[in-house]
């Protein structure tokens, strides 16, 4: 007998959705000095087979609670690629003939800090283009353990993804808790006012002074889903899996007397953010361009990597 099946499609992607195939016109990564971490990020421009001027790439470092750290711009040739240490940032700019890379203005350390790096691409004009790729990783030298993932490219034009993309909840995994031995659950939030993107930074007095929370639950590796409290953070939030994860003085997403003992997911759902006078509204339906990335940093012992919160909008056909 022979079945004839109908393929599944999955609904075609808008223009504005995140990009974790193609190159991007602005790049998110987190970065993490403080309690002896190590960062790096590294960018490489993949150029359109046309040559032309070296592309000016901008980096702007923010703290978790939102202070603007430093910012630097960088310049790439058509194939060029950049290793950026945050203990040791410095301006670079390339000649062609000959082919020199060239420090520019002050270096800055920015030792003890964690938080969002944006790198946005920038045309001869300020136009934004879709030009880069990029990845990173925070490490601890003590222990030796240490995870990292690509960059997410966040946007190809400077506006941000289309924010139907969080209507279906943003889904994050994780290996068994109880076999992990660090744990770093990274939440950003960014929004747009015409410039180039940058962190929420308004806190609201509704959410109890967060910048966002998101409701959420827990789903083990039987579909049973448990409620948790809602998460909230300011600019950037790191916070622990399990409390037993958690440094001193670091928050947990899962609260005492919630267990998770297999692999599974938390999901965030109806993200809420200031938007008006004394008023709040689901993340980019306000007042201003927004949208939410999530990672999650992840290791067994000195084995690790990071993973990306997954979003749920795309449907079977």
């Known amino acids: 007998m022979i079945a004839l099946v109908r393929p599944a499609f999955a609904v075609p992607q808008q223009a504005g959705d995140v990009r974790y195939l193609q190159a991007a016109g602005v790049l998110v990564m987190p970065f993490d000095t403080t309690s002896g971490r190590v960062s790096f990020a590294i960018v490489s421009r993949i150029g359109n087979g046309t040559g032309g001027p070296v592309l000016q790439t901008h980096w702007v470092f923010y703290a978790a609670d939102c202070r603007h750290l430093a910012d630097v711009f960088v310049g ?18 390339q000649t062609v003939n000959p082919s020199v890379n060239h420090p520019q203005g002050p270096t800055v350390d920015l030792s003890g800090e964690r938080g969002v790096v944006i790198v946005t691409a920038l045309g001869t004009s300020g136009q934004v283009l879709p030009q880069i790729v990029g990845g990173w990783t925070i490490a601890d030298p003590g222990t030796g353990a240490s995870f990292g993932g690509a960059a997410v490219g966040i946007s190809a034009d400077g506006t941000l993804p289309d924010p139907t993309l969080l209507a279906g909840g943003i889904r994050i995994p994780t290996f068994d808790p109880t076999t992990l031995t660090n744990s770093q659950v990274i939440l950003i939030g960014l929004e747009s006012d015409g410039g180039e993107l940058h962190p929420i930074t308004r806190a609201s007095a509704a959410l109890g002074g967060a910048h966002v929370c998101c409701a959420a639950s827990v789903t083990d590796n039987l579909e049973v889903s448990t409620s948790i409290p809602d998460v909230c953070f300011d600019c950037v939030g790191f916070a622990a899996f399990t409390p037993a994860l958690a440094s001193a003085g670091e928050t947990a997403l899962l609260p005492d007397g919630v267990a998770l003992t297999t692999a599974g997911f938390v999901r965030l759902a109806a993200c809420r953010s200031a938007s008006g006078r004394d008023e709040t509204a689901l993340v980019g339906t306000g007042d201003t361009e927004q949208f939410l990335v999530v990672l999650h940093g992840q290791s067994v012992g000195r084995f690790g990597f990071a993973v990306t919160g997954k979003y749920s909008r795309a449907t079977l056909d």
Do not use: I, S
Request: glycine share 6%; charged share 20%; aromatic share 0%.
């Open 76 to 93: 790439l040739t058509e194939v060029d690629t950049v290793v950026v240490d945050p203990t040791r940032l410095q301006g670079q700019t």
